[in-house]
């Protein structure tokens, strides 16, 4: 066997699994079929969760310097009347800004020095998968360079992140089920000379006439993005003499360079099945998405994230049964977040005139009512390899003895047992114990209503008073992904919570 992991694909979302399997040790191989990195932005924005991910890999703070902070969402309409006003949380559930626009070259430089730096992954690029075959404890492939010469690869789990276009979903021959939203866009991209005046750093002009949006995309780079009618001179419209005039009114080129312009066409989709055998299918290979969130990329993460201690745990010699939960789990999520992406891309780029100007009304009513809009919350993890729970357990500020930071890098991204005090763990048998430390895990033990029997950990940031207040648990246990298994209400459930994790890993 040459790997324990063939990744198809070197985006962010290849980018990621390779580091996260990497880090832990395991034989990894990606093949790519272009040469260099992209070096051109596509995603526009990362979240609080996407950083928690990059700061259990190390690069968060090596992120930055290719971010700005989004602090909020905004649409105005053709008139330049604000319609919506959201701000951001500041920090988000995961302890880091709620939302970063970014470069998405600097992101992927910095993930791709990460990758490189892993003594125990192999990048390929500049090689093409023409071929998969499975065997009941491998699967091969066969690439071939850029020569024509032709080699196989043998490894014991594949996962495809080769995009929506990719040979790996293809290999898959999944069923694809469309939303049936499609939109075609012009996205220009801009390095900026200089800061402008004026120039929003995000807006969605729901202009029936002309729905554009303009986000900033990192400390020296704005995106515009202009929606097309379905009869436009595509050739035409990507030409430089024909996008300097759109943005006119914001900034000419003595301000900026134009980098990229692309005509795109936003797709809404969803492949049934995400593993075959011994291969799956991860980020856009899975599914597609419109832009309106920023979620596309960041949903490709998620599965990298929810994968790589699976694929992890499966090369130990648990089930493979456990890789089923990974489509259970983040399917659902994924089309809830496609379904608002929709719902919200339709009302921000209708056209019929008189249905915008309702919608103007309707929501210009609200502002002043100061109804604020709710703030959008992602679903929890369901079925799958979750007890009670599924949601993303947070991340704030703690102090342990010898130093204060965020919680993670403290208490680490292990399985974990969180506990209010040392009492909630004290129905916990000897097996119980042994069988933990088996798994690998560890417990974060708070003091937060007594200082009796309180553990080295204390909640400076407040996050997990609030936490177990809210929930009423005095325990939790927590997967390697930060997503809840489940909480104990009592200390006398966590015995019985641990036995059912055990139990479904094939431990008990
Ligand atoms: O490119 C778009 O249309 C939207 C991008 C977007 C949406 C929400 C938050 C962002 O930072 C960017």
């Known amino acids: 066997m040459d790997y324990d992991v063939a990744i198809v694909g070197y985006g962010p979302t290849g980018m990621a699994l390779a580091a996260l399997l990497g880090q832990r040790g395991r034989k990894v191989i990606v093949l790519e079929r272009y040469a260099g990195l992209y070096n051109l932005p596509r995603a526009a924005a990362f979240d609080d969760e996407t950083m928690r991910t990059f700061q259990s890999l190390g690069i968060a703070e090596a992120m930055l310097p290719g971010t700005n902070i989004q602090k909020g969402y905004v649409w105005v309409n053709g008139q330049d009347e604000v319609l919506l006003d959201i701000e951001y949380d500041n920090p988000g559930r995961c302890g880091w800004p709620a939302q970063y626009m970014m470069y998405q070259p600097h992101l992927e430089d910095v993930m791709d ?8 992954v192999t990048l390929r690029q500049g090689v093409k998968v023409v071929g998969i075959t499975q065997a009941d404890d491998s699967v091969t492939l066969t690439a071939r360079a850029d020569d024509g010469s032709e080699s196989e690869i043998t490894a014991r789990w594949l996962v495809g992140c080769d995009g929506g276009n990719g040979y790996v979903r293809e290999h898959l021959d999944g069923a694809l089920d469309d939303y049936g939203f499609f939109e075609n866009w012009l996205v220009c991209d801009f390095e900026m000379r200089h800061a402008v005046p004026g120039l929003p750093s995000f807006r969605q002009v729901c202009n029936p006439a002309q729905p554009i949006s303009i986000v900033n995309i990192g400390p020296k780079h704005h995106r515009f993005s202009f929606r097309l009618e379905a009869g436009a001179d595509r050739d035409a419209l990507v030409k430089p003499e024909n996008v300097w005039p759109r943005v006119a009114a914001f900034f000419g080129q003595n301000d900026a360079d134009l980098i990229r312009v692309a005509n795109y066409t936003f797709r809404s989709c969803v ?11 991860a980020g856009d290979a899975a599914h597609q998405m419109p832009p309106f969130l920023a979620q596309g990329m960041v949903s490709g993460i998620r599965d990298a994230r929810n994968l790589a201690w699976k694929l992890d745990m499966v090369l130990s010699g648990t089930d493979a049964a456990l890789l089923d939960t990974y489509q259970t789990e983040r399917e659902p999520h ?6 608002k992406a929709v719902e919200l891309g339709k009302v921000q780029t209708m ?8 919608r103007d009304a309707r929501m210009i009513a609200a502002r002043k009512a100061n109804q604020k809009p709710d703030k959008l919350r992602y679903p929890a993890l369901r079925g799958g390899l979750i007890a009670n729970d599924g949601s993303l357990f947070p991340q704030g500020v703690v102090s342990s003895p010898s130093r204060t930071a965020l919680f993670d ?13 040392e009492d909630a763990l004290a129905a ?29 950990l204390w909640d400076t940031g407040g996050v997990y008073t609030r936490w177990f207040d809210e929930t009423g ?3 939790a246990i927590i997967r390697p992904d930060s997503h809840i298994y489940g909480t104990a209400p009592q200390a006398g459930d966590l015995p019985a919570l641990l036995n059912t994790l055990l139990a479904a890993l094939g431990r008990r």
């Open 113 to 120: 020095r990460k990758v490189r730096g892993l003594s125990s």
């Open 428 to 456: 916990l048998s000897e097996a119980d114990r042994a069988d933990w430390a088996a798994l690998g895990g560890s417990e974060a033990v708070f003091g937060l209503s007594s200082m009796v029997g309180a553990g080295d």
């Open 409 to 421: 890098d403290i208490a680490g991204t292990g399985w974990l047992i969180v506990a209010k005090g």
């Open 334 to 339: 994924v089309r809830f977040i496609i379904e």
């Open 271 to 281: 492949v049934d099945h995400w593993r075959k055998g011994r291969v799956l299918l």
């Open 351 to 358: 056209r019929d005139p008189e249905a915008a100007k309702a």
């Open 473 to 475: 648990a005095v325990a």
